[in-house]
């Protein structure tokens, strides 16, 4: 059919390597333009990001010379590689290209994150590599290519790739009914991903039966005692300190000396940014029915839109990474059910046969009798880690005296979700 219209094995591979030459020279342009988009110096360990930044937009500008050179070749339609790829199949080509073209959208390098950039630097190594060997070795390539060994890998990958879309499928239409029985039973699920009863330093010696880093609370007041909520990050968990020493449970004692029996709970979860800290509070912080609310509001990060987001499968919540990238946010592995599920039959087996043998420390939704975890004494400072510094060095916009047009946008999108906050608090008759 492909061929009664035209479309013939060169014509697929000259159209194709006309589009990818392009796609390539505007990713290299993009990636190089948005990795000195910030309006400040660079910092500590910024010489580093910018090297991997620059080995990346190499790798697309070398694939794109590549591509260009191997087209022209091929529109001319007398070189020895286009008698050669006349015999291609074009089904084949078809879905070979159209593999390479969906991993490339997925890991898009802007915004760059590592481990999107360690996908494509093996990526585009292999493209690059291949259109080497087309180019310089058309006929050795040519004999690899109808050798058993590759039409047997065609056949694995083939065969692969249908049994991943065949299980998500069913994965997919079975997830309401694994809901309901079996392991993903959702009464085994805690909210926001998190693992409860995991040991912690302090008197609590372990985190409550929905995860957060307090001692267990009930939804129903039995007095007329205050209740506060507070919502945040790593600062409200307390990390680096102990339980006791968190300025949450602090500010509990500290209240409970003037009205006893005061309760300040702790729904902080480290990492989470202000759109999570309102999904948090909708979920669980509401039910307590709080006279006040405390939001801890980090400038260094909060202003961030969160890198995360979450899916709903067979009752549970699960993490997944977004970056802006329509393609990743939407098709990337860890948006796949069949993901999720293997992930949790591995996780929970792992779990259970640890605590089966005695020596997990997981908890697994089992509360059980271990020692407490304690504090490690600090150490010598050695200096600033360079990837956090390029971390923050990211964020800095917030405090230059004059906006940018990045900081406005992400300011926009934080006061946004500070003002549903603010409504959600007044509908409820919270202080805050």
């Known amino acids: 059919m492909l061929q009664r219209y035209g479309m013939s094995s060169r014509l697929i591979l000259v159209v194709t390597g006309v589009a990818g ?124 290519l109808d050798s058993r060994g590759f039409r047997g890998t065609q056949i694995l990958v083939v065969n692969i790739v249908l049994a991943v879309v065949v299980s998500e499928l069913a994965i997919s239409a079975a997830a309401p009914i694994l809901s309901r029985h079996g392991i993903f039973d959702p009464t085994h699920h805690t909210p926001f991903g998190l693992a409860p009863h995991r040991p912690t330093d302090g008197s609590i010696q372990r985190l409550n039966s929905q995860g957060f880093r307090d001692r267990e609370r009930t939804f ?48 902080g979860v480290g990492g989470f940014q202000p759109d999570e800290y309102l999904s948090v509070f909708k979920a669980i912080g509401v039910r307590y029915k709080p006279d006040l609310v405390l939001l801890n509001f980090y400038i260094g990060n909060d202003f961030e839109p969160s890198p995360r987001d979450y899916i709903l499968f067979a009752g549970l919540r699960w993490k997944v990474h977004v970056n802006g990238n329509w393609v990743h946010d939407h098709f990337s592995p860890d948006h796949w059910n069949l993901g999720h599920a293997l992930t949790y039959v591995y996780r929970v087996g792992r779990g ?70 603010k409504r959600l608090l007044e509908s409820e008759d919270i202080a805050w």
């Open 21 to 144: 030459t392009l796609a390539c020279l505007a990713t290299a342009i993009h990636l190089i333009a948005s990795s000195f988009a910030t309006s400040l110096a660079p910092g500590p360990g910024e010489w580093k990001y910018q090297v991997r930044v620059g080995a990346l937009a190499a790798l697309y500008l070398a694939s794109a010379s590549a591509l260009a050179v191997a087209s022209t070749f091929l529109f001319k339609g007398t070189s020895s590689h286009a008698r050669m790829v006349d015999g291609w199949s074009r089904i084949s080509l078809l879905g070979w290209i159209g593999g390479v073209a969906f991993l490339l959208a997925i890991y898009y390098p802007v915004p760059y994150v590592s481990h999107h950039a360690d996908k494509l630097y093996v990526l585009l190594s292999g493209l690059f590599l291949w259109l080497v060997a087309f180019l310089v070795m058309p006929s050795r390539l040519s004999g690899f």
């Open 220 to 267: 129903t007041r039995t007095g007329e005692t205050p209740r506060i909520v507070t919502v945040g990050d790593s600062f409200t968990v307390g990390v680096g300190v102990s339980y006791d020493d968190g300025f949450v449970a602090r500010t509990e004692k500290a209240l409970q000396e003037i009205v006893p029996g005061t309760e300040v709970i702790n729904l």
């Open 352 to 421: 259970r046969v640890a605590h089966w043998l005695g020596f997990s420390q997981e908890g697994f939704w089992d509360a059980y009798d271990a020692t407490p975890m304690r504090a490690k004494a600090a150490g010598a400072f050695t200096g600033w880690n360079s990837a956090y510094l390029r971390m923050i060095q990211g964020y800095l916009d917030q405090f230059l005296k004059k906006d940018t047009l990045r900081f406005q946008s992400i300011w926009d999108r934080t006061r946004h979700t500070l003002e549903e906050f």
